[in-house]
């Protein structure tokens, strides 16, 4: 198994900042990818980014494409989501999870059901 656990999130105002991590642990030598996702009250949850541990391959939702980084430090099994220029709407509970599922060649990783480990999340709200 894998284990993720995220931090970093809570209350940050409209155009603000937050960074969030996500430490995995266990079995990590098994995961292929990271992904990060968020779920709002009455909706689904939203693939928001991705990174492979091998070749970096990045994905972004277009929701947040050119405001939210992902990030990985392979050294200490950790990746993070840089989030800039926050708005209200992304007020959300935000999870990291790690894919297991393997693909020959080097792919990025684009479906939610791509992901087989998940954490617990951690709220982010943003105020106007």
């Known amino acids: 198994q894998v284990h993720v656990v995220e931090s970093g999130g809570g209350l940050v105002q409209a155009g603000g900042s937050l960074r969030l991590s996500c430490a995995a642990s266990?079995?990590?030598?098994?995961?292929?990818?990271m992904g990060w996702f968020r779920q709002s009250p009455g909706k689904e949850r939203e693939l928001l980014a991705a990174?492979?541990?091998?070749?970096?391959?990045?994905y972004y939702a277009d929701s947040v494409k050119g405001r939210f980084t992902i990030s990985r430090d392979n050294a200490k099994n950790t990746v993070y989501l840089q989030m800039n220029s926050l708005k209200p709407v992304d007020t959300a509970i935000y999870y990291c999870?790690?894919?297991?599922?393997?693909?020959?060649?080097?792919?990025?990783?684009?479906?939610?059901?791509?992901?087989?480990?998940w954490g617990q999340g951690t709220q982010v709200t943003v105020s106007s």
């Open positions: 999870a790690a894919s297991t599922r393997y693909y020959s060649g080097d792919p990025t990783y684009t479906e939610t059901d791509d992901f087989d480990y």
């Open positions: 990174i492979t541990w091998s070749g970096g391959r990045i």
């Open positions: 266990g079995r990590t030598f098994s995961a292929r990818a």
